[in-house]
């Protein structure tokens, strides 16, 4: 499979160029930045790190979709949206790795799904996937007399908060207690906010140094308390888990799919 990265000098991306360099029956199609990046004219490989591999960095994501058979792509929601109807355009297929992204731009994937084989996770960690099924099954066994808090910490140059995996943990247990996590979800406290609301599901987010990421689900009742956690020493993993994605959609119907698919966890 001819494997194309969108975000190549980035920094996962230059994790997934490693990871395709190490998995045999892959070779790199090529790379992209925009237009204003060092990066544009180098080798894909050698720009970052690795011995020459024969392909370029671009600025033509077109282009890109064209020339592989399936693109990864760790960037920012809205260059994102774009790739995603460049999939639908070329048929090419996507993995999606970025973190941010908001009701419309899942709504934008779902329609291009029609038309390309897309796989979307807020965290590729095949060991995150496992904790989001053990979220959903706590939650829905536990019950309300549990409050659930999701604490979650990554390094100081993250933008968005809380990160994508935590609201993916709090999707869960709102799945597994039966309710909208747009209902439940406290985002931030600050000052006298008054008694906890019932039911709520509680976000906080740390930031500072390099941590790769470190997430943890705590169910709290009377006289005990259940946390469940995951912690990433390497953001490796994440490149690790869109790879294996990527070699997954060979030969797949076009449609929406998550690492749990991938997984075989459903």
């Given at each position: 499979?001819?494997?194309?990265?969108?975000?190549?000098?980035?920094?996962?991306?230059?994790?997934?160029?490693?990871?395709?360099?190490?998995?045999?029956?892959?070779?790199?199609?090529?790379?992209?930045?925009?237009?204003?990046?060092?990066?544009?004219?180098?080798?894909?490989?050698?720009?970052?790190?690795?011995?020459?591999?024969?392909?370029?960095?671009?600025?033509?994501?077109?282009?890109?979709?064209?020339?592989?058979?399936?693109?990864?792509?760790?960037?920012?929601?809205?260059?994102?949206l774009g790739h995603a109807r460049l999939a639908a355009k070329t048929g090419t297929a996507l993995v999606i790795g970025t973190t941010g992204l908001e009701r419309k731009h899942l709504d934008a994937l779902k329609k291009a799904s029609k038309k390309a084989v897309i796989v979307q996770a807020a965290n590729m960690s095949a060991a995150v996937n496992l904790l989001l099924g053990l979220t959903e099954q706590a939650a829905a066994a536990l019950g309300p007399d549990f409050d659930i808090e999701i604490v979650e910490m990554h390094h100081r140059m993250k933008v968005d908060a809380p990160s994508g995996t935590a609201l993916a943990l709090g999707e869960a247990a709102a799945k597994g207690r039966k309710v909208r996590l747009a209902d439940a979800a406290e985002r931030g406290r600050d000052g006298i906010t008054g008694a906890r609301r019932p039911g709520a599901i509680g976000f906080a987010a740390l930031r500072g140094g390099d941590v790769a990421g470190t997430h943890t689900v705590i169910f709290a009742g009377t006289g005990e308390?259940?946390?469940?956690?995951?912690?990433?020493?390497?953001?490796?993993?994440?490149?690790?888990?869109?790879?294996?994605?990527?070699?997954?959609?060979?030969?797949?119907?076009?449609?929406?799919?998550?690492?749990?698919?991938?997984?075989?966890?459903k």
């Open positions: 499979m001819k494997v194309g990265i969108v975000g190549c000098a980035g920094r996962m991306g230059r994790m997934v160029i490693a990871e395709v360099l190490a998995t045999p029956g892959l070779s790199l199609a090529g790379g992209s930045e925009q237009p204003i990046s060092a990066s544009v004219g180098q080798d894909v490989a050698a720009q970052a790190g690795f011995d020459p591999a024969g392909v370029f960095v671009g600025d033509d994501a077109a282009a890109l979709f064209k020339a592989a058979d399936v693109v990864v792509d760790f960037t920012q929601p809205a260059a994102t308390r259940l946390e469940l956690g995951h912690v990433a020493t390497t953001r490796q993993v994440f490149a690790k888990g869109a790879v294996r994605a990527a070699q997954w959609t060979k030969g797949r119907k076009p449609g929406l799919y998550s690492m749990r698919d991938v997984l075989g966890m």
